[in-house]
């Protein structure tokens, strides 16, 4: 048997748990092989871990709820726990998941659903495009979802470990430690997506991996969703040792920003190369964002566009 304990801080407990505890009560039936416990402002839950999992979710969906609408009702505890069992949660085919905060995450740009329409079609996929169109997140939630609905066995998150402007060799740690920091809009995503425990329970199983790039030589990937983000900064032969990961029953989302390549003047980018390599391969898809995709503050489009100006400008100068 474990043990949570989940304790509420600046919340009614009334409009939380209801007339009697009855939302908790609601909790109890549906898990009888689970206690679940209120005393005072502490809720303790003891069972089995996968179990526990799931009620944790729950909990942290009428949580969230509460603090969105200040009350928490028996229908909406019966509501979340039908959202919990149902086969079906993931039939409309524009909801990609549903996140720990209770809002629906699904593709908010036109291409974005190209991204996912594209992944269900290949099993190598290049998000090629700037900064805030979204790249990382929608590919972070198709993967949770393609772990949720047991279509792989592990998720695997990796990046090349090159310095953006800041000095690696100074911060503390190893090279997992020292990268963490440069991995965390992933962090952030899978924040949105799972539950803290759960996301803690993955993490510790190697369920869900968050690694640098070079602790992906020698491994085979099989049965997984691998994502490699800020692509743009590998070398040839890092992308090359990347993309011959790949095994059997595995899908992998390549992305990177070509106008952000953050090597050391002179080395070839190893995206720009596979890109230019691998455009007439069979299997591979390639989708192209925009400034147009751009989901951030309206004025970061109009900082991408004067950018993108600017670099065309001195390609012409160059030239002349």
Do not use: C, W
Request: hydrophobic share 40%; glycine share 6%.
């Amino acid at each position: 048997m474990v043990e949570k304990i989940i304790t509420l801080e600046n919340i009614s407990l009334l409009d939380f748990l209801g007339v009697e505890n009855q939302n908790i009560s609601e909790l109890s039936n549906h898990f009888p092989s689970s206690k679940i416990i209120s005393r005072g402002n502490e809720i303790r839950i003891k069972g089995q871990s996968k179990e526990i999992i799931r009620i944790n979710d729950i909990l942290n969906s009428l949580l969230n709820h509460y603090h969105k609408f200040g009350k928490v009702t028996k229908d909406n505890v019966k509501s979340y726990l039908e959202r919990d069992t149902l086969d079906d949660l993931f039939a409309n085919e524009n909801v990609l998941i549903y996140g720990t905060r209770g809002f629906i995450i699904k593709p908010k740009t036109t291409n974005q659903k190209k991204l996912v329409e594209a992944v269900a079609k290949n099993d190598l996929v290049f998000a090629l495009g700037p900064s805030g169109t979204g790249k990382t997140y929608v590919s972070v939630a198709m993967a949770v979802k393609a772990l949720k609905n047991k279509e792989v066995k592990k998720i695997i998150i990796t990046r090349p470990a090159v310095e953006a402007g800041e000095n690696l060799g100074f911060l503390p740690g190893d090279l997992k430690e020292k990268i963490d920091p440069y991995l965390r809009p992933v962090y952030d995503a899978l924040d949105d997506m799972i539950p803290f425990e759960k996301l803690k329970y993955y993490q510790e199983n190697r369920i869900i991996e968050i690694a640098p790039l070079a602790y992906m030589r020698g491994r085979t990937l099989n049965d997984a969703f691998i994502l490699l983000d800020e692509a743009q900064n590998t070398s040839p032969m890092q992308i090359k040792m990347f993309l011959t990961r790949m095994g059997p029953n595995s899908k992998v989302i390549i992305n990177g920003d070509l106008s952000q390549i953050d090597l050391p003047q002179h080395t070839r980018s190893g995206l720009k190369e596979a890109v230019k390599i691998l455009k007439e391969v069979k299997g591979i898809s390639f989708i192209n964002f925009t400034s147009n995709d751009v989901i951030r503050h309206k004025i970061v489009k109009d900082i991408i566009d004067a950018y993108q100006s600017a670099i065309v400008k001195k390609e012409k100068e160059d030239k002349a």
